[in-house]
């Protein structure tokens, strides 16, 4: 018999039903440190001491046990569950859809002014040229989302564009040099512009949004060398099991537009080996603090 598949709905049901239920997260060990359902166990299903592990964590073979991954299209569920039935286990559970579809049963975000965590934030970078490109990040100086009638409503952060930094050549001689140069006037002018800005002007959900894909539509502006333009992307954001709120992005940014003209072919001629891509990727991870508890 193949293991039952629940929904996120059908899983506060079975709470009920199965006080003594185990619900087994399976998948790596770093994954569930960064978030998980509550109460879950972790045991990740590709070890090979998945099995040896299970007889301590679950002894008795009549336990109910709910077993959840990554979204559907990742099989560690699947496999999981049927493991345990080999195993022995008489009441086997799959959450097929996964943790990202698990939080949309959750609670929905706390209205109100919510700080970016600055450890876990953060905006990274990519620039190309033609045949190479260096990656790195970008200082958070301080940032915070506005919620309203549990949606998005508005928000800000700040980068500290002093504090740039480039990972690909991180720890050599190159690092420095090439740091200094994004900071000048050519690109940057870190010492006349120390901070940029993104403010969010809108946020739309999408009708067939659901949570673990891009499910949000944010309107903004970007304010780089002291000019502020649009910016628009598309965001994966949620809410995390302990409330806290968590959206992720990748954009390109036309850097011109912000006067950011360095090795730009659109405004030099005969560049050689100094010619940059005029688009910049960034990559966005927002996470917000802890949701002060109730007193």
């Known amino acids: 018999?193949?293991?039952?598949?629940?929904?996120?709905?059908?899983?506060?049901?079975?709470?009920?039903?199965?006080?003594?239920?185990?619900?087994?997260?399976?998948?790596?060990?770093?994954?569930?440190?960064?978030?998980?359902?509550?109460?879950?166990?972790?045991?990740?299903?590709?070890?090979v001491a998945f099995a040896e592990r299970m007889k301590s964590l679950v002894p008795d073979l009549r336990t109910a046990v709910c077993c959840y991954g990554q979204p559907a299209q990742s099989h560690e569920s699947r496999v999981a569950a049927e493991k345990l039935q080999r195993l022995g286990y008489e009441r086997v559970f799959d959450l097929r859809a996964g943790i990202a579809h698990a939080e949309v049963a959750g609670p929905p975000p706390v209205d109100g002014r919510h700080l970016l965590d600055l450890s876990e934030s953060r905006v990274e970078w990519t620039g190309r040229n033609l045949l190479s490109s260096h990656h790195g990040r970008l200082g958070l100086q301080s940032g915070q989302?506005?919620?309203?009638?549990?949606?998005?409503?508005?928000?800000?952060?700040?980068?500290?564009?002093?504090?740039?930094?480039?990972?690909?050549?991180?720890?050599?001689?190159?690092?420095?040099?090439?740091?200094?140069?994004?900071?000048?006037?050519?690109?940057?002018?870190?010492?006349?512009?120390?901070?940029?800005?993104?403010?969010?002007?809108?946020?739309?959900?999408?009708?067939?949004?659901?949570?673990?894909?891009?499910?949000?539509?944010?309107?903004?502006e970007l304010t780089l060398k002291g000019v502020t333009a649009p910016v628009r992307c598309i965001a994966s954001a949620g809410v995390l099991p302990d409330g806290r709120l968590a959206a992720q992005s990748t954009l390109e940014i036309d850097r011109c537009c912000w006067n950011v003209i360095y090795g730009s072919g659109r405004f030099f001629s005969r560049l050689g080996g100094h010619l940059v891509n005029d688009l910049i990727e960034v990559r966005l991870r927002l996470v917000t603090a802890p949701v002060p508890a109730a007193p």
Not at 154 to 182: K, N, R, Y
Not at 194 to 211: C, H, K, L, Q, W
């Open 145 to 220: 989302v506005n919620v309203t009638d549990g949606r998005l409503a508005g928000g800000e952060f700040v980068m500290d564009m002093s504090a740039i930094s480039c990972d690909d050549i991180a720890c050599t001689p190159l690092h420095d040099v090439l740091v200094a140069h994004l900071r000048s006037d050519d690109f940057f002018d870190t010492e006349r512009f120390p901070t940029g800005r993104f403010v969010i002007i809108s946020a739309v959900v999408p009708p067939d949004a659901t949570v673990g894909a891009p499910n949000l539509e944010v309107s903004g």
């Open 1 to 47: 018999m193949d293991p039952t598949v629940i929904t996120p709905d059908r899983l506060r049901s079975l709470q009920d039903s199965h006080p003594d239920l185990v619900l087994l997260d399976v998948r790596l060990a770093a994954d569930f440190a960064r978030g998980h359902l509550p109460t879950a166990t972790n045991n990740c299903v590709f070890e």
